[in-house]
């Protein structure tokens, strides 16, 4: 579907690409850009549906109804046995602490 | 024929009763892996070789010494007289999109590459406890993010067992293949829109993906979280029920797992299926493919021999005593991968903004200044293309400018989807189906690097399945014979929620009565003699 009007612009790409927090490779780009138009000229399809104003929208297929819900769990502290093994995962640690570069901020006057 | 060929069921059985141990099974599993397999997934793989190309390449962790350890203390259980559980001494293979406490948990990509899980997800557990034999991690699209197994960041990929210059499917396709080689007898994957189904379909095993909520997701790496379902790889409706047993249930780990009982799932197999109601629907009986150059979509019938596989089934069903209903409206079925184009990625890339460099994962090289910098060099390193496609789709169409056009449309369009199962299945209603029955894929297991890399068309390799994630029901894939190429057919069964007994009571009655089938006596190419 090369052909077809590609909905979303380099502008608009590159806007996106920022917003998702990516760097990509110019041939990343590319290659990204027409497929991100086939997948959206895809998606048209929907557009010729009609769909009465009372179709509610469905977050799941399956429905939950008191017998199938859960119960809500107890609002109990369930301390975690090994935080060491959670905080470790990540790959810059000291002392507990996991460490990272200068957090973009503004120092209030 | 060796023990690694042998069922589920059939070790279960050889294990309690002493006539194999759980170390003789599992060795025999490791020499058909080492026969067969090849060398498993790795970030730098290197070009691939001519012996790489005729292997199956299922793995991406074997955990042998894990797995040998496992195996003695089942056989130490079994000696002194003790019930190892329901999968005592059966060896399984994990897709590596769950986590396992203390074993690489890579989700197939970089950016999880070097990320040893701290807890194990909850089926994985439950296996475990039930007295499974965990080999360890298969292969899979990046992400679940495929239909071939190609995007994994782990190469060389896995192939098809049947033909090894066929793709397995996916993307539980390292699952598929392994159960298809020999390797193990049961796989646990995960099938957001035909993800267990497709790959079953194309390696000639049987895959099932449970109604939303019958499986816990607690472990699970998550994709779209309103259409994940973790379910069982096998050879047969048997095997698949025994592990679907040990799987399913609640979870208070899991805010969206059923709070509904789990039936004895083998108990139901042997029943009658005299009077079940099983449907057709010709929206199942024809394919949509978008044109490439017009941009216009297309609809043909499935392959011929893909339509005949299926009415062989009716004619085994309707022998059997069941009642076949004709005609029965399915209209929506043509826009479920649209309505998943938008859903699924609006949920995955909801799930991908916690890969970021910081927490865990890979994590970018070199001197750096701010945290915004740290993010989009990790998560431009760490991602691969199928990861970075679906997170700009889905920030684009839950923009809040054209969310109602597309996001809210598409959740609408679900609701319709769901509909056509809920009349196609109600109780009072014209049709009352115990089950529809139609082809899982439109075609069968396609040729390595042909569709790779259009994801449009990538995603129409799903079509058939998908309907089944949006509404939430279970469906069940087996094999129904060979194409004229000798590449496995899949037959698909779908039911109302909850009804993961009569699919695999279907499923056994139509393997018990076609046992002796021609098509049976093939067996996959990798372990043809000679």
Same mark, same amino acid.
């Given at each position: ?46 557009? $010729?549906? +009609?769909? @009465? ?5 469905? %977050?799941?297929? /399956? ?6 819900? #859960? ?7 369930? $301390?975690? +046995?090994? @935080? ?5 995962? %990540?790959?810059? /640690? ?6 990272? #570069? ?8 | ?530």
């Amino acid at each position: 579907m090369a052909n077809l009007k590609q909905e979303i612009s380099r502008e608009t790409f590159d806007h996106l690409v920022e917003l998702a927090a990516l760097e990509l490779s110019e041939d990343e780009s590319d290659y990204l850009l027409i497929e991100l138009n086939n997948q959206i000229s895809a998606i048209h399809e929907l557009e $010729a549906i +009609e769909i @009465a104003k009372d179709v509610p929208p469905a %977050s799941h297929g /399956v429905s939950y109804t008191p017998e199938s819900s #859960p119960p809500l769990r107890k609002d109990d502290w369930d $301390a975690c +046995e090994d @935080a060491e093994s959670i905080i470790n995962q %990540s790959p810059f /640690v000291d002392d507990g602490f996991i460490v990272v #570069p200068d957090i973009p901020h503004t120092t209030l006057k | 024929m060796q023990l690694c060929d042998f069922s589920a069921v059939e070790i279960r059985d050889h294990i309690f009763s002493k006539q194999a141990s759980a170390v003789e099974v599992l060795e025999s599993c490791l020499r058909r892996i080492k026969q067969v397999d090849g060398r498993p997934g790795k970030l730098e793989s290197g070009p691939e070789t001519k012996e790489d190309a005729e292997r199956v390449h299922a793995f991406i962790t074997l955990t042998e010494d894990a797995a040998r350890v496992q195996a003695e203390m089942i056989d130490k259980m079994i000696a002194d007289g003790e019930d190892p559980g329901p999968l005592a001494g059966i060896p399984a293979t994990i897709k590596d999109i769950f986590c396992v406490k203390g074993t690489p948990s890579t989700a197939g990509s970089r950016i999880l590459a070097n990320f040893i899980s701290p807890y194990t997800a909850t089926p994985v557990a439950r296996m475990r406890s039930a007295g499974a034999v965990l080999l360890g991690k298969v292969n899979l699209d990046e992400f679940t993010y495929g239909s071939s197994t190609e995007s994994s960041a782990f190469q060389p990929p896995t192939r098809n067992p049947w033909d090894t210059s066929r793709v397995p499917g996916g993307s539980s396709g390292g699952s598929a293949a392994s159960v298809a080689a020999g390797e193990a007898p049961l796989s646990l994957g995960t099938d957001t829109a035909g993800s267990i189904r497709q790959p079953a379909a194309f390696c000639g095993v049987v895959g099932l993906k449970p109604t939303y909520g019958r499986v816990s997701r607690y472990g699970l790496i998550a994709f779209g979280s309103s259409l994940d379902c973790p379910g069982p790889l096998a050879r047969n409706a048997k095997d698949t029920a025994l592990m679907l047993h040990t799987i399913a249930g609640p979870d208070p780990r899991d805010a969206t797992s059923a709070n509904l009982p789990v039936s004895d799932y083998l108990e139901l197999l042997e029943k009658e299926i005299k009077g079940k109601r099983i449907g057709l629907s010709p929206d199942y009986f024809q394919i949509t493919f978008p044109n490439l150059e017009t941009g216009e979509y297309l609809q043909q019938p499935v392959p011929t021999e893909i339509r005949d596989a299926v009415l062989k089934a009716v004619d085994v069903y309707r022998a059997l005593g069941a009642e076949i209903i004709e005609d029965v409206p399915m209209p929506n079925t043509r826009y479920g991968i649209p309505v998943y184009f938008v859903i699924s990625r609006v949920e995955a890339a909801s799930n991908l903004h916690r890969f970021d460099g910081v927490k865990y994962g890979h994590r970018t090289n070199g001197e750096i200044n701010d945290l915004k910098t740290l993010y989009r060099k990790s998560r431009g390193e760490g991602f691969g293309l199928q990861p970075k496609l679906r997170i700009l789709m889905g920030m684009y169409v839950s923009a809040a400018q054209y969310s109602e056009q597309y996001y809210q449309r598409a959740l609408q369009v679900r609701t319709l989807i769901r509909g056509d199962f809920e009349q196609a299945f109600d109780l009072n209603g014209k049709y009352k189906l115990d089950a529809l029955l139609t082809p899982t894929t439109p075609t069968t297991a396609f040729p390595m690097k042909d569709v790779y890399g259009d994801s449009v068309l990538m995603q129409y390799a799903d079509q058939l399945a998908v309907p089944a994630n949006h509404a939430g029901i279970p469906g069940i894939s087996f094999p129904g014979g060979l194409d004229m190429d000798g590449l496995p057919i899949g037959v698909q069964l779908l039911g109302p929620d909850f009804t993961e007994g009569v699919l695999l009571q279907l499923t056994h009655a139509y393997e018990q009565a076609t046992i002796d089938a021609e098509w049976r006596i093939l067996r996959p190419a990798v372990l043809r003699e000679g």
